[in-house]
């Protein structure tokens, strides 16, 4: 075979895989076999730049930068949708366009409105084009080489589709994926993402594609525009998904207004059980030619209504607004108000973010707020009622001091986020950080729960992480509700915690930026602490994925003379300040570092682990140019698997591995 026929085949064969995967749920291959294609693919990419793709599989890890991003007008502009909360406004709408139309219709499409961020996609000879933003409607900006990263859409089509056409859906991030992008902010002490639909939107204006790729964004499409070959939209939809496009199963043809009520019933009582947000439905009429009869206002389409639910949103007393200091020194507003039921659950509290919004509101004490359960994740203020206002003294100035320690509060450049610095007196700061220190994921001293850190702290047993090893069991079993049994416990735990390997110690230290995946690439790289308090610029940027905002953060902690005696502190305790490399049973693993993916057969994780470190090998968390060799269990994550094709890094099994070793 020749190379290009070669790579052509390749590409089609990866296509297709992928598209089974991420739009049926069907893995046509094992994912071992997925790897070494791509691989092969890459290679050959590589060999013969001459049959560069734009629409290659190996696109899809991202790696395009986009300083600005270019706009251009849409071919055909991108409507909003006239809306609607009530069911006889929907009747009205039917009656409106029978009218129009001069016939009755008894043909719709009803589908789920779904909350992201919306995106139009050309394709030409079943070839992704372009992707633009909705942007003002009439012109979009070019994300396409973000867009290429999101897995279900599909870069080169099959079957019989047109030869050019424009195709719309809406671009959402999944319930949990949004939840484990927050989860991994908080662990680095950053302010947390809001809702999924905005951080879908900022993630398609990321300048990395690398790093949009990272972000599990999903396209769920729902209209195709400049193609007439169908009769009826839900067959052009239909056939769509046959060229590769993901149409979500949830959306009904129907033939009667009370169908279509039904359809709202049903999925304003199934919603919060989806994977994902909806702000409504849409009901759209089915017939292409009554659609271009009916054709478009100045805003919306005539032809389709969205049906929202009612947000649960309700007004209440704003009592009063305290703020919360994170262990970073993050400053967050919160307001109380009088309680409310909001879709079942009470509510009294709901965080303001930052200064901005409580400006932006121009919030008195005393105000009627309105309060919604916004995305149903966390619930929100989202106005005041006009009419019932509090007194305009009771005006509400964003503090200037940090109320638990009094320093002044600062702004970091570039952040809406206002911070108190002083990280030596601020005793929530402290706490915080006392209580990441001993969390599952950093030290993991099981027995110290979050409210016993609180109270050890109150009682002035610990005030600061390095105290944690000072702990003498008579100061416990003083305590009210501490029985000796659970003393000794608490103490064996915490000497266990000095295994901790020094990855873990660099996270568990809290400097803010500096989360798992960071910590572990700094101590690989740097092998020790002094090491690393003594690197210059220039060596922390030559690390992948460290940028300025880490650099300045890791200086500012490493200046602050308190920090480094804690370090001091915990050195002499015994705490892992270094990689291991003393008790070697062999070198054999020198220079190779390892990232280790997926469950195994015989060995746990942490064996695997502990035998990597014990042969001279490195252990990192992601997948860098530096890695070596995979240790890929069943479930290898996605990520990881890519990272590694792009990167030419070898995927062994745990045989592998151990045959390695005996080597
Ligand atoms: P709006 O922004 O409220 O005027 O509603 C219009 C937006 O709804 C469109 O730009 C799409 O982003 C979004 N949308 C979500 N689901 C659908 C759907 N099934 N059909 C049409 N538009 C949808
Ligand atoms: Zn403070």
Redesign the pocket.
């Known amino acids: 075979m020749n190379p290009e026929e070669e790579i052509k085949g390749l590409r089609n064969k990866l296509h297709k895989y992928n598209n089974s995967y991420y739009n049926n749920d069907v893995s046509l291959v094992s994912d071992f076999e997925f790897d070494m294609l791509l691989k092969k693919l890459e290679e050959l990419e590589k060999k013969y730049p001459q049959f560069y793709d734009f629409n290659s599989p190996t696109v899809r890890v991202g790696g395009e930068v986009t300083k600005k991003f270019q706009s251009f007008n849409h071919n055909f502009p ?4 006239a ?1 609607t909360y009530s069911k006889d406004e929907i009747k009205e709408w039917i009656k409106r366009i029978e009218k129009k139309w001069g016939h009755k219709i008894n043909d719709f499409n009803c ?8 995106i139009n996609l050309y394709y030409e000879q079943g070839k992704l084009k372009r992707a633009l933003t ?1 942007g003002d409607g009439t012109k979009g900006d070019d994300v396409t080489s973000n867009i290429k990263t999101i897995k279900n859409i599909p870069l080169v089509l099959n079957g019989n589709y047109p030869e050019k056409f424009e195709i ?1 859906g ?1 671009v959402i991030l999944p319930i949990h994926s949004f939840n484990t992008l927050n989860n991994e902010r908080k662990d680095k002490g950053l302010p947390l993402f809001r809702n999924p639909r905005n951080t879908a939107s900022g993630s398609l204006k990321l300048q990395h594609s690398k790093e949009v790729a990272l972000r599990k964004l999903k396209c ?1 499409f ?2 195709i525009v400049g193609e007439n070959s169908s009769l009826y939209h839900s067959d052009l939809l239909e056939k769509s998904r046959e060229w590769g496009f993901f149409i979500p199963a949830s959306m009904k043809r129907v033939n009667s207004i009370n169908e279509i009520f039904h359809f709202i019933d049903f999925w304003g009582k199934k919603k919060s059980e989806l994977p994902y947000e909806i702000d409504g439905i ?1 009901v ?1 009429v089915n017939s292409i030619k009554v659609q271009n009869e009916l054709g478009f206002t100045a805003k ?1 389409p005539r032809w ?1 209504i ?1 049906y929202k639910y009612k947000a649960e949103r309700q007004s209440t007393l704003l009592l009063s607004v305290n703020y919360q200091i994170g262990r970073t020194g993050a400053v967050t507003p919160v307001a109380n108000f009088e309680p409310i039921n909001l879709s079942g659950t009470i509510v009294k509290r709901a965080s303001l973010h930052n200064s901005d919004q409580i400006e932006r509101l121009g919030l008195r004490i005393g105000d009627y707020v309105y309060v919604e359960k916004g995305g149903e994740i966390i619930p929100k203020i989202v106005g005041i009622d006009k009419h019932r206002r509090g007194a305009l003294d009771n005006l509400i100035k964003f503090i200037e001091n940090c109320p638990e320690c009094g320093s002044k509060l600062e702004k970091v450049e570039g952040e809406a986020q206002h911070y108190c610095k002083d990280e030596i007196n601020c005793k929530t700061q402290i706490i915080g950080k006392i209580q990441h220190f001993v969390s599952r994921k950093a030290m993991n001293i099981e027995s110290l729960g979050s409210e016993r850190v609180i109270l050890l702290f109150k009682k002035g047993i610990i005030k600061n992480i390095a105290d944690i090893y000072k702990i003498e069991v008579e100061k416990l079993t003083n305590l009210e509700g501490m029985a000796e049994k659970s003393a000794l416990n608490l103490i064996e735990s915490i000497k266990e915690s000095k295994k901790q390997p020094f990855q873990k110690v660099l996270f568990s230290i809290g400097i803010r930026h500096v989360g798992e995946t960071v910590a572990s690439k700094l101590a690989n790289h740097f092998g020790s602490i002094e090491n690393l308090i003594n690197s210059s610029y220039h060596d922390l940027v030559s690390v992948e994925e460290i940028g300025e905002k880490i650099v300045k953060s890791i200086n500012r902690y490493f200046k602050n003379p308190q920090n480094l005696l804690i370090i001091e502190k915990l050195s002499k305790e015994g705490i892992k300040f270094k990689i291991d490399d003393n008790k070697n049973k062999s070198n054999i693993l020198n220079g190779k570092t390892f990232v280790i993916s997926g469950t195994f057969e015989n060995l746990s994780r942490e064996e695997i682990k502990q035998l990597v470190l014990e042969n001279g090998g490195k252990l990192s968390s992601a997948v860098n140019s530096k890695t070596k060799i995979i240790i890929g269990g069943e479930s290898i994550g996605p990520t990881k698997k890519q990272k590694a094709y792009l990167l030419k890094v070898p995927i062994i099994g745990e045989k592998e591995f151990l045959k390695m070793l005996n080597t």
Do not use: C, I, Q, T
């Not at 991108?78 to 949708?81: Q, R």
């Not at 589908?111 to 919306?118: N, P, R, T």
């Open positions: 991108m409507y909003s949708l809306n589908e789920l409105k779904f909350d992201g961020a919306s909705r719309r809406e769920f729902y209209s849409v759209k919306v389709a969205s």
